[in-house]
């Protein structure tokens, strides 16, 4: 894997004739050193759209400085993003490119950018000596890749560009004050802040380049455009006139809708980089992000084309079991390990811990590379590929045009009844396999009716919120009691693998008991819990 920088920093610019003021003194700064200065050259790459200039990522091929190589930079947060490099190729390197698939899809990546700066660098230094912040100042000259040979030629038929630009990045532990305080000292000494996110924004705009809708100067980490064409502006327009002929006036029921669909699509995309980093949490969002979608599709068949998501939703389905493999062992086995925490050491007999984590490890091994080896292939390209297409032309139906309270509360209120119909059939089930299957079915409806409930809450409001937060009541105990079920699973199999080594399974035959009764708890919990959520003054405030 490349190896990754945090960048956090601030941008300004400043006319030519603008002498940047003298920073000791400023919060902890007791020393300005002069670090020298570099000659870079960086050739930046995006596909023919501009794809990822669109999502505020930049990539390119830098020579000269301390850090020659390839960089991909990827958003955080507004003013951070996370640097990756590798070493210098001729080419974009596989393990950088990896990253971008999910925007880039098959497209390809070629030159857009050429940039030499001319860099000086002063290290802002505290009473010890210690870098908390670096200051470059940057003459920057940039011209479309293709066939320029200096800043101000014609390349491509476009014109050069120039300007002059301040980065102020924290080293250390300089803190997000210190970036203020020299904001502060910068704006009065008549620097501005940049006009641009990045570099590369600004070239694209000063050399006539920036494309339609991609907006890469502005589009912040929240409010990058998945897909922004005139039809579906043409669409949206449609939908606001059906719900006029309604009588009412706000957001129809495709508005929320595709709102809610978009969003998720974001999350996919955006987490896709962070799961191949292996960073904590983002496989179990990213699942989470393909079960709302696919449940969407499932609870809005009013608003989408069930012929057209139902195939969607198989290929999400797919997903999530694939990164649920990981994420269902580490969940597993830290529950089956607190289990074992919580025994006192006399009737810890046996060498359970290191029985537990042998059988952990067996079946982490390979998970990881499966899972990249999912994000690699073909089936998952081209599901990418049909959520972009369905965002550029979604398959409304009729009731798209309608207003969005109605609609949304139909929706609701239908897999509502879905689940009363679950739960009721399984507190009536004998107990035993019969009843666990029942209710594991009652948890999903229920974590289908709660994600229904927050799609609908731009269209409903409160109720919707309060409605949600129920249902995710009993979800969770739903949730527990599956667990359980698992958990059971799993210590008869460590059992028995312990007994076959000769080292007895008392241990794990305690911890199935325990994992038992805990769940025979949650069923004499549910009754209560279910009536609580499923009054009939929940679902009325629901009614638009």
Do not use: C, N
């Not at 995710?472 to 007994?499: F, I, M, P, Y």
């Amino acid at each position: 894997m490349a190896d990754t920088v945090r960048e956090i920093e601030r941008k300004y610019e400043a006319d030519d004739d603008t002498r940047l003021p003298d920073l000791a003194g400023i919060d902890r700064v007791t020393a300005v050193a002069e670090a020298g200065t570099e000659d870079l050259d960086a050739v930046y790459y995006d596909t023919a759209d501009q794809r990822l200039a669109v999502a505020g990522i930049t990539l390119r091929r830098r020579t000269g400085g301390r850090d020659a190589g390839w960089h991909l930079k990827l958003p955080v947060a507004p003013g951070v993003r996370d640097e990756l490099r590798a070493p210098l190729s001729e080419t974009p390197p596989p393990e950088l490119t990896a990253l971008v698939r999910s925007r880039v899809l098959d497209g390809e990546l070629v030159a857009v950018v050429r940039l030499r700066t001319r860099r000086t660098v002063r290290v802002l230094k505290d009473a010890a000596g210690t870098p908390l912040a670096e200051v470059a100042e940057d003459a920057v000259r940039a011209w479309p890749a293709a066939g320029a040979v200096d800043a101000g030629t014609a390349g491509a038929g476009r014109p050069g560009a120039r300007w002059r630009e301040i980065e102020v990045e924290l080293v250390g532990d300089g803190g997000a004050g210190l970036l203020d305080e020299v904001g502060r000292a910068l704006t009065a000494a008549g620097v501005r802040p940049a006009s641009a996110a990045s570099k590369l924004a600004r070239a694209l705009a000063e050399t006539g380049q920036s494309r339609d809708g991609a907006a890469p100067h502005t589009a912040g980490p929240d409010k990058r455009p998945i897909h922004g064409s005139g039809k579906a502006a043409a669409k949206a327009k449609a939908r606001g006139k059906g719900a006029a002929k309604h009588g009412k006036k706000g957001p129809t029921a495709g508005d929320v809708v595709l709102r809610y669909v978009r969003e998720q699509v974001r999350v996919i995309i955006e987490l896709d980089p962070a799961v191949r980093r292996d960073l904590p949490d983002a496989v179990h969002r990213m699942r989470v992000a393909t079960r709302r979608l696919r449940s969407a599709f499932r609870s809005y068949t009013k608003v989408l084309d069930r012929a057209a998501t139902q195939p969607i939703g198989v290929e999400l389905k797919w997903l999530a079991a694939e990164l649920g493999v990981e994420r269902d062992r580490e969940v597993l086995t830290e529950r089956l390990r607190e289990g074992l925490a919580e025994l006192p050491g006399t009737l810890r007999l046996g060498p359970v811990d290191a029985r537990l984590r042998i059988w952990s490890e067996r079946r982490r091994a390979g998970a990881r590379d499966r899972l990249l080896d999912v994000l690699d292939g073909p089936r998952y390209l081209a599901l990418l590929k049909i959520l972009h297409a369905f965002l550029e032309e979604p398959p409304l139906r009729r009731a798209a045009g309608r207003p969005a309270p109605e609609v949304a509360a139909g929706a609701v209120l239908k897999d509502y009844r879905r689940l009363a119909r679950r739960t009721e059939a399984a507190l009536a089930a004998p107990s035993g396999r019969e009843r666990d299957e029942a209710l594991h079915g009652a948890r999903k409806a229920a974590k289908r009716t709660r994600y229904a409930a927050e799609a609908a809450r731009p269209a409903l409001g409160r109720p919707a919120k309060k409605f949600a937060k129920r249902t995710k009541r009993v979800q969770q105990l739903l949730g527990d009691h599956q667990d359980s079920v698992v958990a059971r699973g799993a210590l008869r199999e460590l059992a028995t693998q312990a007994q076959r080594a000769g080292e007895g399974g008392f241990t794990f035959g305690l911890l199935y008991g325990r994992e038992e009764a805990l769940a025979a708890d949650r069923e004499r919990a549910l009754p209560d819990v279910w009536r609580k959520a499923s009054r009939r003054k929940h679902r009325a405030a629901l009614r638009p």
